[in-house]
């Protein structure tokens, strides 16, 4: 069962209204353009029912199928928003928004998910209903978070949920997937150091942030390297350091360090922010400054039920032939949110050879929207067969 004819024939309007999605890009829950399309598109396939603001800015739309005798309902997710990235990909339909860029490929995944929608409106050829859910602020703002929250799960009684992520360096349509965890838990701290700030010239008459904030940075790696079994995964980044003073001969009183950790298990994960502040404080201490730690839990990890993921598999080959077994994924992604409430699985479609997501130069390829949309439907069409 290869893709459907049918996206075959609509590849043309989902790739004008995914360029055009790209050419106003919308960041975090200031999806207000987007929502506003994705709700007019909904209407215009003939919805059962549409609602918007789940999420501040989210959009769901209800299909009912031919029959509803099963009582099933799925959801499929897509997400909305872009990156705060200036484009640098000189495309005819390049962000408008300086400053803004669907640098992940969201807009691609906005495009299909319409284009399922539309599908499945159209022939209605399952038994069950199917909710069509797009998301905002998955980029750091955990709008799938705010959606479960607003009762979005329970509200359209959806009992198995399913999303998808394009994938660069994958063949343009194939599809890989894991079951249990698959994305990492996405945490994030601040530690700021005080020392004795003085002349640089003078070092003895200081306590130096600048040498504290360097040992601690040196530190920390110690928790993958000795304090985390080595078979498990945990990745400590630094990826700010910045001190009080700007000058050449001052020696700062303050440094502000930022960075983040991500880890596949909840053990890991306390270990993790339990050694963090231990070895700030403590190197701090020991060298004559004090350490202040913030430490945020960001995204849980994102686990994919077995038997959802195992399903998922067998559409996405049914679709393309193959779905080969993905990589552990140490990025975060709020889709785990939804998968802390209702079984279902997440898959990764090939992008082919583009640049790697978050990059200026990155673009979703077109090419891989008749097998994305196709997975999307026979999700729907195979797991609610019409009787």
Not at 181 to 193: G, K, M, R, S
Not at 228 to 241: G, I
Not at 333 to 340: K, P, V
Request: glycine share 10%; proline share 5%.
């Amino acid at each position: 069962m290869p893709v459907k004819n049918r996206f075959a024939e609509l590849l043309p309007d989902i790739t004008e209204w995914r360029r055009d999605l790209h050419e106003n890009p919308e960041i975090l829950f200031e999806t207000h353009r987007t929502s506003a399309i994705v709700a007019d598109k909904l209407k215009e396939f003939g919805c059962d029912e549409i609602v918007t603001g789940l999420g501040r800015t989210g959009v769901v739309g209800v299909i009912k199928g031919k029959a509803t005798g099963s009582g099933k309902v799925i959801g499929l997710r897509a997400d909305m928003d872009a990156l705060p990235i200036h484009e640098q990909t000189g495309l005819e339909y390049a962000s408008k928004t300086d400053g803004a860029m669907h640098a992940c490929g969201h807009d691609g995944h906005t495009a299909m998910l319409l284009g399922a929608a539309k599908y499945l409106s159209e022939t209605r050829n399952f038994d069950g209903t199917v909710v069509v859910i797009f998301q905002p602020a998955e980029e750091g703002g955990g709008g799938g978070k705010e959606m479960c929250d607003d009762g979005m799960m329970d509200r359209f009684g959806i009992q198995e949920v399913y999303g998808m992520h394009n994938w660069p360096g994958k063949p343009v349509g194939s599809f890989a997937i894991r079951p249990g965890a698959f994305f990492a838990a996405a945490d994030q701290f601040d530690i700021e150091i005080e020392g004795l700030g003085g002349h640089a010239a003078k070092p003895q008459e200081t306590v130096d942030s600048t040498v504290v904030a360097s040992h601690v940075v040196i530190a920390l790696q110690t928790i993958a390297s000795r304090n985390v079994d080595p078979v498990e995964q945990v990745v400590v980044s630094v990826t700010s350091f910045e001190t009080s003073s700007k000058a050449h001969n001052v020696i700062p009183q303050k440094v502000h360090l930022r960075g983040t950790v991500r880890t596949l298990s909840p053990e890991v994960r306390d270990l993790a922010e339990k050694r963090l502040g231990e070895i700030a404080e403590g190197t701090a201490r020991a060298l004559g400054a004090e350490a202040r730690v913030n430490y945020v839990r960001g995204y849980p990890v994102m686990i994919n039920s077995v038997e959802q993921t195992e399903f998922a598999a067998g559409v996405a080959a049914s679709v393309s032939g193959d779905c080969s077994d993905a990589p552990l994924v140490m990025g975060g992604e709020d889709f785990a949110f939804m998968l802390e409430e209702r079984p279902g699985a997440y898959i990764l479609v090939g992008n082919g050879d583009t640049a790697m997501v978050h990059h200026p130069e990155y673009n979703f390829n077109d090419e891989a929207i008749p097998a994305g949309c196709s997975w999307w439907a026979e999700i729907v069409e195979q797991r609610m067969p019409a009787s």
